[in-house]
């Protein structure tokens, strides 16, 4: 009976050593061979691949390839996919002629993968490296990108499957059909068996040959046309977060928008007048630290009056405008006019002339403080007197949908 327990101990040692060896000299054989470098196509008849590829909405050329070699201890992997879409909703987001995806693990991480991949039960295959995706060229359509998913309860399991940092150069941002402008960005984003989460982001984005200003009045909802023939619009920003998941708001915007030639009619004014159309309007805005310093030049005067003898500008407005909430600005103007023409929202033959100096404050309401020395006026039972402004105006209610 000893004996035989001898020979059983014998033969799982020796069953032992021999997957030991098997093992060693895999990864012998492994090291030499991808120390060559290794090329291979990336088969998307795989029913594995194919399945993660439909979840995550991705789409690439068949000559797309892997590229594997070994660098001391470490399998250093890049991957190479053309004519790379990036779909949601059957609405494509992401457009590139090339993606590239470059990380290094420890060997013994990617055998494990390998045995993963290979496997009949495989459901996930979990990075735990991090890994650098570079886009070039892209076509972003911003309201294509998917949704992030965030309601995951607490306690859930939710493993981190991905700790990416994507770069994207020379590249286009549009909303929908709306050509934004050209753009380079850089993003972190951790994904997770539940959820994804941009944790940082940096983005430089200038005008591009043409910009629509009506994608501007969604952050100036009194505003309601910026726009002429002849405008000119140039901008440079760049908008940048280094902390996204910090409760304090770490956003911060830099650069200068600069629109000539315009026009701008707004949506109401005080005192139930009549809003007037600011003529050759021009607007620089440079932005320090998400606060810009303004200067807007235009021409307030009788609509009646030939269009070609309103050249001469008659109102400035500068100042402060705080961008900590790009959607709900908070202002600190003074406004300076000179012959302002002004007629009743209700009748307009009640109408009349002015100078006035106004400062303009506050973010969902506005408190408007100065002074209005009536030059002319026409029309009124009793001709009008200078007058001290102190009033309110309300931009949007502080429970309204943004």
Known sequence: MRNVFIKFLKSIFAISVSILVFFILSFIALYIYLGKGLTIPIDQSNDYIQKNLDKYGINFN???ELFLSTKFNEIEVYLSLYDFVLSSDNKESIKAEKLNLSTQFPLISFYNLALDYFSENNSEIHFIFPLII????AIVDIAALPK?????EIGEK???LINAKVIVKKSKLYDNELFLGNFDASLGINIFEKNSKISSFSLNVNSGDTFDTSYLLRFFPDVKRLSS????VQYDLKIQDSNLNDSIDSRTINGNININHSEMELVKFPAQLKPEVIRNLNISLNIKDSIGSINLVGTVTNPKQRIKL???ANLQVSGKIILKDLENPELDLFVNGSDIYFAKLDNENLNGVSDLKISITGQETLK???DIRIKKSNGFLTPLKDTKLNVTHQLREKNEQK
């Open 229 to 232: 023939i002849n405008q000119v």
């Open 310 to 312: 309103q050249k001469e």
């Open 62 to 64: 068949p000559s797309s």
């Open 158 to 160: 939710n493993e981190e």
């Open 148 to 152: 992030s998913k965030n309601d995951v």
């Open 134 to 137: 570079n886009i070039n060229n």
């Open 368 to 370: 408007l403080d100065g």
